[in-house]
């Protein structure tokens, strides 16, 4: 079965300080892993992709295979980065997408 | 427009009431999908439409769901005789390739938040 496990609902970190979410994932094949981000009042989106590789607003996520966990970081946590972060995954036959329940950022000053 | 487009944004239904809520995807997306959030909860996936063919329903929670894109872009989610354990964001999101195209964006809507009293 495909799961997605998010297990912090809350995670609070003061201004400059590194950020870690994490998530862990259950998928027997080769998934593909995602962050979305949901400012407040905004719509999800589409923060980073494991198979792209690159950083996106600083964010950085490593896909690990061995611990089957992808979570996202960032070296300097800034207020904008105030949101809630859901984990997802899609297989290998569709783009479905399977979400983890979400972690709420909160950056304070 | 430029996004993912759904109405009502806002719907209060008595129970027992059927409901059609209204998406309207990026135009010329191939695919697109209907989630369920509850509140504290991620998305749950509902249904997937590739064109105007419903490819996957595995998530409809019960019979009185039913979802359809006649013409392959515009989609309607109906409830029927909504109860209670209804109430929730309902969110649309579509696609340009079809499915199992990786590396594939999806864009979400803004969602139609129903309360069922």
């Known amino acids: 079965a495909q799961r997605v496990t998010q297990p912090e609902k809350l995670l609070s970190v003061f201004k400059g300080a590194p950020v870690e979410l994490k998530c862990n994932y259950s998928y027997s094949g080769s998934p593909e892993l995602f962050w979305y981000v949901q400012y407040s009042r905004q719509r999800l989106q589409l923060l980073l992709r494991h198979i792209s590789r690159e950083s996106i607003k600083g964010f950085t996520a490593d896909l690990n295979k061995g611990e089957t966990s992808f979570h996202l970081k960032k070296p300097f946590a800034q207020e904008e980065d105030s949101a809630m972060y859901y984990c997802a995954l899609s297989g290998e036959y569709g783009n479905k997408l399977v979400f983890g329940a979400g972690t709420i950022l909160r950056v304070k000053s | 427009g430029a996004g993912v487009s759904q109405s009502p944004r806002y719907k209060v239904a008595k129970r027992g009431q059927d409901v059609a809520l209204r998406c309207d995807p990026i135009s010329g997306h191939v695919s697109l999908f209907w989630y369920q959030q509850a509140l504290g909860q991620g998305p749950e996936f509902l249904t997937y439409?590739?064109?105007?063919?419903?490819?996957?329903k595995s998530g409809l929670p019960s019979d009185r769901f039913f979802a359809e894109r006649p013409e392959g872009s515009v989609s309607t989610l109906k409830i029927q005789r909504t109860q209670q354990e209804d109430s929730a964001v309902y969110l649309c999101?579509?696609?340009?390739?079809?499915?199992?195209?990786?590396?594939?964006?999806?864009?979400f809507g803004e969602g139609s938040w129903l309360t069922v009293v």
């Open positions: 999101a579509s696609s340009l390739a079809g499915q199992g195209a990786r590396g594939n964006t999806i864009y």
């Open positions: 439409f590739q064109n105007e063919a419903q490819l996957d």
